[in-house]
């Protein structure tokens, strides 16, 4: 069973707008949680993280929250551009440092 | 620096066949792991290693050996492949701070193909 769920598998989105990727976990032990990108025929690539002591964490256009009440993150792209357009990839790991990754959500910003 | 890189890029191989998935990385990082990525499941850790002479299973490790000699190479071996083993491959590094592991650095992939 997936321990690391996105449910959405793609999102559209007006240049300009917001985008907002969810994540859902099961894993009460999971502490450290990073968002990366991927492009086609490329690796993914990070591109931000949060660690569970915190809630928030920004980078420039890019932000995660993390509610853990609710096993929940999110990255919120402000304001996406065209370039933002590809799949991204959440995951999480525990002490153990194994890296559990969620299937994905393309998103497409549309011009 | 290269960061991490894989080869080959493309592989065809018959039923029962075995091969070796090469992965190297120049950053002196401890950490190394090799995924698959299958549509619909995201990236599932296969086995990985936190220093030379030391690896362990993740998720999927079923069909495929690995070893860690040096530092810079963590090569993925499939001993007898199998139609469930296509799939695209990557290869990751990181550094382990704290004893834990930083954001990883994933090479290009390997798309395999088992006929």
Not at chain 1, 6 to 12: F, G, I, R
Request: glycine content about 8%.
């Amino acid at each position: 069973d997936q321990q690391v769920k996105q449910n959405s598998p793609s999102l559209s989105v007006q240049e300009g707008r917001i985008s907002i990727l969810n994540c859902d976990y099961t894993n009460s032990m999971f502490d450290y949680f990073l968002w990366y990108k991927k492009y086609p025929a490329e690796g993914p690539t990070f591109l931000i993280s949060i660690s569970s002591i915190k809630d928030k964490n920004e980078d420039g256009r890019f932000t995660v929250f993390l509610n853990k009440s609710a096993k929940h993150l999110s990255l919120h792209i402000v304001p996406s551009q065209p370039g933002d357009s590809a799949v991204y990839f959440c995951a999480a790991s525990a002490y153990f440092n194994k890296f559990y990754f969620g299937s994905g959500t393309k998103l497409n910003v549309k011009p | 620096n290269a960061g991490v890189t894989q080869t080959p890029k493309f592989q065809v191989l018959k039923t029962g066949q075995s091969m070796t998935l090469q992965c190297a990385q120049d950053m002196n990082h401890e950490y190394m792991s090799w995924y698959r990525q299958d549509p619909g499941m995201g990236l599932r850790l296969i086995h990985y290693s936190v220093g030379a002479g030391i690896t362990d299973q993740g998720e999927v490790p079923n069909g495929y050996n690995v070893s860690r000699s040096t530092t810079e190479d963590f090569p993925l071996r499939l001993l007898s492949a199998a139609p469930s083993q296509t799939s695209v491959y990557f290869c990751a590094s990181t550094r382990l701070a704290g004893g834990r592991t930083d954001t990883q650095y994933f090479g290009p992939g390997t798309r395999l193909t088992v006929l």
